[in-house]
């Protein structure tokens, strides 16, 4: 499977993109490193126990959760509304939480705010691995593990729908799905990161006239939902076809 970057060419706003990209990558290095060398370490002391099969099973399963929380966190966190108000937890939801999402959708190919970093996940993660090692090994530790794997491949998926042309029919159609809920028609639907299951169950489908258009042909249909390369500045906003 081959893949181009958006920026092809070296023109200033092209350059600029690309330095954009490197950026986020720089910003998602260190997470991936450290979970997916957590997950895989876990992984393999469970395939080497007596309970292989038990532990490729919670470490399946935690995966699987992870695309349902993904959009619970996606569509309730970070596009929810925390005001400000009295008392530590509205101060800290409105100061770190309220701010959080909105400015991705503002610059969507801003490097900043493409990818989280280690230094917002690490506590999350931290609390639910000590969470999981009161369970028995290699239960619920390995359902975590599957999940914390998950993240990492959903934040590199995230990550590519904004930088990179894929050929392959799952990216086409991802990206597709992601950079329509980057329109102004998308923000209150396509939740879903990774795919759209979460977003059909849960009513937030993309609405089907626009899947038509976006899904129909082979060749994508995006070409006034591409990042601005031309005329425009990196952090502009997706424009409406």
């Known amino acids: 499977m ?4 958006l920026t092809t060419n070296g023109t200033a706003a092209q350059i600029r993109l690309r330095g954009e990209a490197a950026k986020a990558r720089r910003r998602l290095y260190p997470s991936t490193a450290l979970y997916l060398t957590y997950c895989l370490a876990l992984l393999g002391l469970g395939l080497r126990s007596s309970q292989r099969v038990v532990a490729l099973a ?3 399963s935690g995966m699987a959760a992870w695309t349902l929380l993904e959009y619970l966190v996606h569509r309730y966190v970070l596009h929810g509304r925390f005001p400000e108000g009295p008392g530590p937890i509205r101060w800290f939801t409105h100061k770190y939480f309220d701010p959080l999402h909105w400015e991705h959708h503002a610059r969507p190919w801003d490097g900043h705010h493409i990818n989280g970093r280690i230094r917002d996940t690490l506590p999350f993660a931290a609390l639910f691995v000590a969470v999981a090692f009161l369970f028995p090994f290699p239960t619920t530790p390995l359902f975590v593990a599957g999940m914390l794997q998950a993240y990492i491949l959903e ?3 995230h990550h590519s729908v904004h ?6 029919r799952y990216f086409r159609y991802i990206r597709r799905h992601h950079l329509y809920h980057h329109s102004p028609k ?3 639907v396509g939740y879903g990161l990774t795919s759209g299951f979460w977003d059909v169950l849960w009513g937030t489908r993309i609405p089907e006239v626009d899947r038509r258009a976006l899904y129909a042909q082979r060749r994508a249909t995006l070409r006034h939902l ?16």
């Open 2 to 5: 081959s893949a181009t970057t």
């Open 58 to 60: 919670f470490f399946s």
């Open 155 to 157: 934040e590199w998926v």
């Open 163 to 168: 930088f990179y042309h894929f050929r392959s």
């Open 186 to 188: 998308g923000s209150e």
């Open 226 to 241: 591409r990042p601005p390369v031309a005329s425009a500045p990196v952090g502009a906003e997706v424009r409406q076809a």
